[in-house]
């Protein structure tokens, strides 16, 4: 009798399973922000969203890792599809050492907007630096060498005599300040834009979907998919083969169903049969 069952156990199982995944690709808080499509939480999956806008929370803190570097998730702005990132190596701390020069890559989905302006970081100085709108970086714990800061200009640290230079993006320019803190213009971070990178993407999201990329072991590429009401598919939602899928699916959702309460009736039908059999074979051996 068990095995009459088999078809309501399945639908069970569908409906949990969709649940499931529905819940691993949610919203989610960190640290006060919120995590939507196209970012997505690190640990839900590869495919909740953008490839590179995953968001570890660690300590409460919103984490995204760009440029195989780690930068705090300070604001997403998902009406202007901007976000505000901050170096971790310079997060909350009056003595930045930064060791990371974010580089532009035109095949990311992040790109930095208009709104930044460029600082360069100028360590282990043996000489001055002969520049008016140069910083000198006094009193930093376990400083024994000469540091500056100056607006960038595209010169290596070399040409100032440094063994090491740090260009970061800020969102003010440490020479347009009345009483500059570096410590807070690198903790107010800098903006980026995130845009969809591809065709399909686009019009996927035009259409009402969700882009996501899996992962692909056998080329460590990543393969498109399409996320929509009524599953995925490679192009879009509402297309032909989009409806003939949402068609296909309720059609197996009902053949279950029906299968389930079909066997349901059955089982209550047998079970009820077989309790009135037994009830009127004990009355007539009593008797």
């Known amino acids: 009798m068990r095995y009459l069952l088999?078809?309501?156990?399945?639908v069970l199982f569908a409906t949990a399973t969709?649940?499931?995944?529905?819940?691993s690709c949610s919203n989610a808080t960190c640290g006060g922000q919120s995590i939507a499509y196209p970012f997505w939480l690190a640990n839900s999956g590869p495919n909740c969203g953008y490839p590179g806008l995953g968001v570890s929370c660690k300590e409460n803190a919103p984490i995204l890792d760009h440029q195989f570097h780690q930068f705090r998730v300070l604001r997403i702005d998902y009406a202007?599809?901007?976000v505000s990132l901050a170096d971790v190596d310079a997060w909350n701390t009056t003595c930045p050492r930064l060791t990371f020069n974010l580089s532009p890559d035109p095949n990311s989905w992040l790109q930095l907007?208009?709104?930044n302006s460029n600082l360069t970081l100028l360590y282990n100085c043996k000489t001055s630096v002969a520049r008016t709108s140069a910083v000198r970086l006094d009193g930093c714990p376990g400083q024994d060498t000469?540091?500056?800061?100056?607006?960038?200009?595209?010169?290596?640290?070399?040409a100032y005599g440094c063994e090491e230079a740090v260009t970061t993006p800020v969102q003010l320019s440490l020479h347009r300040l009345a009483n500059p803190s570096l410590g807070e213009v690198l903790s107010d971070g800098f903006e980026m834009r995130y845009d969809a990178k591809s065709e399909r993407c686009g019009a996927c999201e035009r259409s009402g979907?969700?882009?996501?990329?899996g992962r692909i072991e056998e080329?460590?590429?990543t393969?498109?998919?399409c996320v929509c009401d009524d599953g995925a598919n490679e192009r879009q939602c509402g297309d032909a083969r989009s409806l003939r899928l949402k068609r296909q699916k309720l059609c197996k959702q009902r053949l279950l169903f029906s299968s389930s309460s079909c066997c349901f009736s059955f089982y209550v039908h047998y079970y009820y049969y077989q309790t009135s059999y037994s009830i009127s074979l004990q009355k007539e051996q009593m008797t």
């Open 113 to 115: 907007t208009a709104s």
């Open 219 to 221: 080329h460590g590429g």
């Open 80 to 82: 202007n599809h901007t």
């Open 146 to 158: 000469t540091w500056y800061v100056l607006p960038d200009d595209g010169a290596t640290g070399k």
């Open 223 to 225: 393969e498109f998919a």
């Open 6 to 10: 088999l078809p309501a156990v399945l």
């Open 18 to 23: 969709a649940g499931a995944y529905a819940a």
């Open 209 to 213: 979907g969700r882009c996501r990329y």
